[in-house]
């Protein structure tokens, strides 16, 4: 595993990558059965995309000052996406066609 990794830190990282991306298919298929295909979706997409961003940020973050010149605009990237993935995720949160009869009828 030494060889895959060149500090512990990074393996740290990748840790942190692995508890939080997609979720097991279980979790999903019950998703799909309970909010539908859509939302199983949504989840599969922003958990992956958290977990990559988390692990990477803190990676970066621990390669600033070896390499300022790659990890700095790395981050102010990634921010910005992290940022529009927020933004989209209010967006589809609020419009309420989106929303499966089942979840409206509970809201209700």
Excluded: D
Excluded at 7 to 15: D, E, Q, T
């Amino acid at each position: 595993m030494r060889q895959l990794f060149p500090s512990n830190y990074a393996a740290f990282c990748y840790l942190v990558l692995i508890l939080l991306y997609t979720p097991c298919v279980a979790v999903i298929g019950a998703m799909k059965r309970e909010s539908g295909r859509y939302w199983a979706g949504v989840v599969v997409a922003w958990s992956t995309f958290l977990g990559y961003w988390l692990a990477s940020v803190m990676y970066q973050l621990s390669n600033i000052v070896a390499n300022p010149g790659f990890a700095l605009p790395w981050l102010l990237a990634s921010g910005i996406a992290m940022w529009l993935a927020v933004q989209g995720l209010k967006r589809i949160g609020n419009s309420p066609h989106r929303l499966p009869m089942n979840i409206i009828a509970r809201q209700s």
